[in-house]
């Protein structure tokens, strides 16, 4: 599907949303349109990145509104009028209502640094090592308003080498985020991924 028109969310630095600017500057995201960017801190520093690469900010505070479903509408009204097609959840640090999970199922995607269903939730990096495991990785997942429990899309491993820790491991998982993210966003945007329930199908 060329010329889908994308959405990020994001709260933070924005290394994934980065990654995704810098795969529509080397045309690898099969058309997709990079419109609009949602941060709920106006002062991170992706709400910089995003107006550097020249894409739309909606930026807002939480604490000005009465509730999540208050924000979440007027951000559903925002997607709406821009006429966004798929968001993409790149490390943004609120969780989603309703509002906008069930109007967007099948078109909103999140990227987590475990190869879930291990270690869903915050700090997935601390928790695979914290567990011991060999290997961990990413997954990118349809969002279904629960913790990390959406159909998987597609997934990167990653190696833990001995005496591994989270300083020297979480620069290989972002890299395979900033990898497997564009990816999994041009294979949608292109028409080659499909679900069906819980099944994902991708070409």
Same mark, same amino acid.
């Given at each position: 599907?060329?010329?889908? @028109? ?5 709260? #933070?630095?924005? $290394? ?5 600017? +810098? ?9 997709? $349109? ?14 910089? @990145? ?5 894409? +739309? %900010? ?9 509730? !999540? ?11 709406? !009028? !821009? *006429? ?14 309703? =509002?906008? =999970? ?19 939730? =915050? ?8 567990? /011991? %495991? ?9 969002? +279904? #308003? *629960?913790? +990390? ?8 491993? %990653? ?26 966003? $041009? ?9 069906? /329930?819980?099944?994902?199908? =991708?070409?």
């Amino acid at each position: 599907m060329a010329g889908m @028109r994308v959405a990020v969310f994001a709260s #933070g630095f924005g $290394s994934n949303f980065g990654a995704l600017v +810098d795969a529509a500057k080397n045309q690898r995201l099969d058309g997709a $349109s990079l419109e609009l960017l949602v941060c709920d801190k106006p002062e991170a520093p992706v709400v910089a @990145r995003a107006r550097e690469a020249d894409v +739309d %900010v909606f930026a807002f505070r939480p604490k000005e509104y009465a509730s !999540r479903e208050a924000y979440e509408t007027e951000i559903l009204a925002e997607l709406k !009028r !821009r *006429g966004i097609e798929l968001i993409v959840l790149a490390g943004y640090m609120r969780i989603l209502t309703p =509002v906008l =999970v069930e109007p967007f199922f099948g078109r909103m995607i999140n990227v987590h640094p475990s190869l879930l269903p291990a270690f869903p939730g =915050v700090n997935g990096i601390g928790q695979a090592l914290a567990y /011991g %495991v060999k290997v961990t990785g990413v997954t990118v997942h349809y969002v +279904d #308003g *629960g913790l +990390d429990s959406g159909p998987i899309i597609a997934q990167r491993t %990653v190696e833990v080498a001995d005496g591994d820790t989270l300083e020297t491991l979480a620069p290989r998982i972002h890299a395979a985020e900033q990898a497997l993210l564009p990816w999994v966003v $041009s294979r949608i945007a292109a028409g080659a991924v499909a679900i069906d /329930g819980r099944h994902v199908s =991708v070409k």
